[in-house]
T-cell receptor, first 114, second 114 residues
Framework: DTGVSQNPRHKITKRGQNVTFRCDPI?????LYWYRQTLGQGPEFLTY????????KSRLLSDRFSAERPKGSFSTLEIQRTEQGDSAMYLC????????????FGPGTRLTVT | DQQVKQNSPSLSVQEGRISILNCDYT??????FLWYKKYPAEGPTFLIS?????DKNEDGRFTVFLNKSAKHLSLHIVPSQPGDSAVYFC?????????????FGEGTQLTVNP
């Protein structure tokens, strides 16, 4: 296993369209996180899964955002009716549940909404 | 409400000298702190961490210092190398809650000149 992977790496979409991103975590990790990073800022927490259960969602995650992690493996993040303000880097991270383990990040999906 | 702040957007040092990156936090509940390094077009990479029960942690050229009373931590890189040039993010977590979600600072761009 080479680490956390994310697809696509880049996505350009028109305002109002729906987009879906995929994250494949490190295989033995049962925790999966989504973050969003805008220019000049650090990553901001969006949501977190432990196995297939979505345990927390940030207030940043509006009703247009939905995340799933079926069977506790890969995860998808969908944004409906995209807005220009959704343009950002979307980062996925995973960690194990053994004590406290650092989070390992994927390369991110850069979304541009035109 | 920026709970983790990195007040220096950029830092430039000469190769072989010490780099000191600073981070301040406001939430006294934070009990675990991490530094991540980020190269362009890549996700953040874990560098070093420290628990709030310690005041120093060292790993090779990297040392993190924690001053709980001042709510301040710093990352020392000695000696600095050109390959260390990257954006460095400070992050904080509360281990017992929220799946250990990370709260990041804004980042500091470190440039190490040959």
């Amino acid at each position: 296993d080479t680490g956390v992977s994310q697809n696509p790496r880049h996505k350009i979409t028109k305002r109002g369209q729906n987009v879906t991103f995929r994250c494949d975590p490190i295989s033995e990790h049962n925790r999966l996180y989504w973050y969003r990073q805008t220019l000049g800022q650090g990553p901001e927490f969006l949501t977190y899964f432990q196995n297939e259960a979505q345990l927390e969602k940030s207030r940043l995650l509006s009703d247009r955002f939905s995340a799933e992690r079926p069977k506790g493996s890969f995860s998808t993040l969908e944004i409906q009716r995209t807005e220009q303000g959704d343009s950002a880097m979307y980062l996925c991270a995973s960690s194990s549940q053994e004590g406290f383990d650092e989070q390992y990040f994927g390369p991110g999906t850069r979304l541009t909404v035109t | 409400d920026q709970q983790v702040k990195q007040n220096s957007p950029s830092l430039s040092v000469q190769e072989g000298r010490i780099s000191i990156l600073n981070c301040d936090y406001t939430n006294s509940m934070f009990d675990y702190f991490l530094w991540y390094k980020k190269y362009p077009a890549e996700g953040p990479t874990f560098l070093i961490s420290i628990s709030s029960i310690k005041d120093k942690n060292e790993d090779g050229r990297f040392t993190v210092f924690l001053n709980k009373s001042a709510k301040h931590l710093s990352l020392h890189i000695v000696p600095s190398q050109p390959g260390d040039s990257a954006v460095y993010f400070c992050a904080a977590s509360i281990i017992e809650t929220s799946g250990s979600r990370l709260t990041f600072g804004e980042g500091t761009q470190l440039t190490v000149n040959p």
